[in-house]
């Protein structure tokens, strides 16, 4: 078992009435998730919550993250037809199991690691706006590629039943991992989380420096982040 000190903490921000991201953290082994709801409705707030208790169920009992999120991706699904109307959410996870740390991803919440100095991004944003940057359909600061981060190709709740990517990810002592909804994402620059996950001294500190910073930022949105630093 890998040694671990871990934190989280949300905002709701200053948009919505409520909060509709969903967290979760334990450690021993770890198990480390954030969900984002789509939109402000009873679609939104079931989706994020089903979605992480099925994955932190489905893992505990030893079962595979990937069945998890089917199940409900189905449950999801049927909750929307039933309402007529939108439910789905995303979901980054980070699930330690024997062979090492497994990466659970789909939609556009994001998992960061600052190894040795570098902060990488090893998720990939399940979006129209992931899409047009990489292949320079429109300027990444373009009116487009605003509406076009709303545009998710991939998500719990999405009528095709669409699967996470799943990673695997051998952790190093020194390591420091950030999984954060797109409140933070979205509202505080790469430079920001690089120098708070660099000088900060605990999981803690980062986690309180990076909520603040996205409410300061404007609060624009719900803002989730979960940090968990390693050995």
Request: with cysteine; proline share 6%; aromatic share 6%.
């Amino acid at each position: 078992m890998t040694a671990l000190t871990a934190a989280a903490g949300t905002t709701p921000g200053r948009r919505y009435p409520a909060n509709f991201d969903v967290a979760h953290l334990s450690t021993g082994p770890l198990l480390a998730a954030v969900a984002d709801g789509m939109g402000d409705g009873p679609g939104s707030t079931m989706a994020g919550r089903t979605a992480v208790d099925l994955l932190v169920a489905g893992v505990r009992s030893g079962g595979s993250p990937v069945d998890a999120v089917a199940e409900a991706q189905r449950r999801v699904g049927d909750y929307g037809r039933q309402i007529g109307g939108l439910a789905g959410c995303t979901l980054t996870a980070l699930v330690e199991l024997p062979d090492g740390f497994w990466l659970v991803q789909i939609g556009d919440s994001r998992l960061y690691r600052l190894r040795a100095g570098l902060l990488e991004l090893l998720t990939v944003d399940h979006t129209m706006a992931w899409l047009g940057a990489v292949h320079g359909w429109y300027p990444f600061d373009s009116g487009e590629a605003a509406a076009a981060r709303y545009q998710l190709t991939r998500y719990i709740g999405h009528p095709g039943q669409p699967e996470p990517d799943l990673v695997k990810i051998t952790p190093r002592s020194g390591d420091v991992y950030l999984l954060c909804t797109d409140g933070v994402a979205e509202q505080v620059p790469y430079h920001r989380i690089l120098e708070t996950l660099s000088r900060q001294p605990t999981p803690d500190a980062m986690v309180r420096t990076l909520v603040e910073a996205s409410d300061a930022a404007g609060g624009n949105d719900n803002a989730t982040a979960v940090v968990v630093t390693v050995g």
